[in-house]
């Protein structure tokens, strides 16, 4: 789906206009294309902390404009120490590329004992979030809390925040604690061998997740309603990967999954919940049959599934399990009343089996997308549609592969200290937190 503001605001009257008038001027974003460097610049490191030696493995040499700016805020304990984040981005943001990014790693406040320790790092969350709103060109900030003994578990979250693959991302708090991390033997197919289940997957995010995916190695399972069938078996047949109708909600679904992937793949190592439906609504006019009909197909079917498979074992070790949230379960939605109890149950939903999914050597995690284009979000109202796409940093609407590419991200097996993260595809959207 175009964007005819952003497609005015790149032409050169367009550029003309929006100058005199102030108005948003939208970045093309650099998007991953296989073969392509991951950034169009150098990187510059700075700081002094436990990520040293991460630090020293991903900074390049060169000039600017550099390509990224990565802090490591490890070792700063108290308030006073904060006067080195100026002193290291002060001089070098504005040499900061288009496109380019901005990391910083710091400490799990929740973890420390000191005051003025967890003030400190608790500080780098407005730091980072007020950058990545300063930021023009289509750049991007991230703050990465790593635990005590995680250091070695960062490379994956580093490698995608530090690429085109996180074009949409901004103004994210990702944490990576303590797992036993296998890095893949090929990290531009690091999905090889495994298989992996995608829930509505017969258009829109759903497809692109598993085209993504699959172009990183995995054999995908796609999964929708018969209704959807012939588009369906399209995304199966263009990924090499397989067809399943099911309708998620049904009783039997979840002993039906257990089955086919225990007999035909001797277990499932990716589950992604993408299946989803809106029935719009103000709260004093919405069905029964309206509220139900979300709740069921949004949440209840994934919590259902997520216990089959888990009791069933079917789930195999270092497996992910990712839930679809939305910007709507955080902030909240003018007529969505249901739309957003279900998504925010979906983050509930992974904070809650976090724990246990770790127990069991894997992970669960849940992407909150913002606007994005989609055959969904092009029949909402033209002015509705619009506003949607400016009320974020970037000042415009992402496409499905931005959520598929984080949810890749979260599939990687090298992934395994990401667990309980529920990370905003958004353009760092002006709602919500």
């Given at each position: 789906?175009?964007?005819?503001?952003?497609?005015?605001?790149?032409?050169?009257?367009?550029?003309?206009?929006?100058?005199?008038?102030?108005?948003?001027?939208?970045?093309?974003?650099?998007?991953?294309?296989?073969?392509?460097?991951?950034?169009?610049?150098?990187?510059?490191?700075?700081?002094?902390?436990?990520?040293?030696?991460?630090?020293?493995?991903?900074?390049?040499?060169?000039?600017?404009?550099?390509?990224?700016?990565?802090?490591?805020?490890?070792?700063?304990?108290?308030?006073?120490?904060?006067?080195?984040?100026?002193?290291?981005?002060?001089?070098?943001?504005?040499?900061?590329?288009?496109?380019?990014?901005?990391?910083?790693?710091?400490?799990?406040?929740?973890?420390?004992?000191?005051?003025?320790?967890?003030?400190?790092?608790?500080?780098?969350?407005?730091?980072?979030?007020?950058?990545?709103?300063?930021?023009?060109?289509?750049?991007?900030?991230?703050?990465?809390?790593?635990?005590?003994?995680?250091?070695?578990?960062?490379?994956?979250?580093?490698?995608?925040?530090?690429?085109?693959?996180?074009?949409?991302?901004?103004?994210?708090?990702?944490?990576?604690?303590?797992?036993?991390?296998?890095?893949?033997?090929?990290?531009?197919?690091?999905?090889?061998?495994?298989?992996?289940?995608?829930?509505?997957?017969?258009?829109?995010?759903?497809?692109?997740?598993?085209?993504?995916?699959?172009?990183?190695?995995?054999?995908?399972?796609?999964?929708?309603?018969?209704?959807?069938?012939?588009?369906?078996?399209?995304?199966?047949?263009?990924?090499?990967?397989?067809?399943?109708?099911?309708?998620?909600?049904?009783?039997?679904?979840?002993?039906?999954?257990?089955?086919?992937?225990?007999?035909?793949?001797?277990?499932?190592?990716?589950?992604?919940?993408?299946?989803?439906?809106?029935?719009?609504?103000?709260?004093?006019?919405?069905?029964?049959?309206?509220?139900?009909?979300?709740?069921?197909?949004?949440?209840?079917?994934?919590?259902?599934?997520?216990?089959?498979?888990?009791?069933?074992?079917?789930?195999?070790?270092?497996?992910?399990?990712?839930?679809?949230?939305?910007?709507?379960?955080?902030?909240?939605?003018?007529?969505?009343?249901?739309?957003?109890?279900?998504?925010?149950?979906?983050?509930?939903?992974?904070?809650?089996?976090?724990?246990?999914?770790?127990?069991?050597?894997?992970?669960?995690?849940?992407?909150?997308?913002?606007?994005?284009?989609?055959?969904?979000?092009?029949?909402?109202?033209?002015?509705?549609?619009?506003?949607?796409?400016?009320?974020?940093?970037?000042?415009?609407?992402?496409?499905?592969?931005?959520?598929?590419?984080?949810?890749?991200?979260?599939?990687?097996?090298?992934?395994?200290g990401v667990n309980g993260n529920v990370v905003r595809v958004c353009g760092q959207s002006l709602?919500?937190?």
């Amino acid at each position: 789906m175009s964007d005819p503001y952003l497609q005015f605001a790149q032409s050169g009257f367009g550029r003309f206009v929006t100058s005199r008038l102030g108005l948003p001027r939208p970045a093309r974003l650099r998007r991953h294309r296989p073969g392509q460097p991951a950034l169009a610049g150098p990187v510059l490191t700075g700081g002094a902390g436990r990520l040293d030696a991460v630090l020293k493995a991903h900074a390049t040499g060169g000039d600017a404009p550099y390509g990224g700016l990565v802090f490591d805020a490890t070792g700063i304990d108290n308030p006073e120490q904060l006067r080195a984040l100026h002193a290291f981005f002060n001089p070098v943001i504005r040499q900061l590329g288009p496109c380019g990014r901005v990391v910083v790693l710091g400490t799990p406040p929740e973890e420390l004992t000191s005051v003025p320790a967890v003030v400190a790092q608790r500080a780098l969350e407005g730091f980072v979030r007020s950058v990545a709103k300063e930021l023009r060109s289509g750049s991007t900030a991230q703050l990465v809390y790593v635990s005590e003994g995680a250091e070695p578990n960062v490379e994956s979250t580093l490698r995608f925040l530090l690429s085109a693959k996180s074009a949409y991302v901004s103004g994210q708090v990702i944490r990576v604690g303590a797992a036993e991390v296998v890095e893949p033997l090929d990290w531009e197919h690091p999905l090889a061998d495994r298989v992996a289940l995608v829930t509505g997957a017969s258009r829109g995010i759903g497809a692109a997740i598993a085209e993504v995916l699959a172009r990183d190695g995995a054999h995908v399972v796609c999964l929708d309603i018969a209704a959807q069938g012939s588009e369906l078996s399209e995304v199966a047949n263009r990924v090499g990967g397989s067809a399943l109708q099911m309708d998620i909600t049904s009783p039997d679904a979840p002993a039906r999954l257990v089955e086919y992937f225990q007999l035909r793949h001797e277990g499932v190592d990716i589950v992604v919940h993408n299946a989803g439906i809106t029935r719009d609504k103000t709260l004093a006019k919405m069905t029964e049959d309206q509220w139900d009909a979300v709740l069921s197909v949004n949440l209840a079917s994934q919590l259902r599934v997520n216990d089959g498979l888990l009791k069933a074992g079917a789930l195999r070790r270092n497996g992910r399990i990712v839930g679809v949230s939305s910007i709507a379960g955080i902030a909240g939605n003018v007529g969505q009343t249901n739309y957003a109890t279900s998504k925010a149950g979906v983050i509930g939903m992974v904070r809650s089996l976090a724990p246990e999914l770790a127990s069991r050597g894997s992970t669960i995690n849940a992407v909150a997308p913002g606007f994005i284009e989609t055959r969904m979000t092009a029949a909402v109202p033209l002015f509705i549609r619009q506003a949607g796409r400016l009320m974020n940093s970037m000042s415009q609407g992402g496409l499905p592969v931005d959520v598929a590419e984080t949810i890749a991200w979260y599939a990687n097996p090298a992934s395994s200290g990401v667990n309980g993260n529920v990370v905003r595809v958004c353009g760092q959207s002006l709602l919500g937190a």
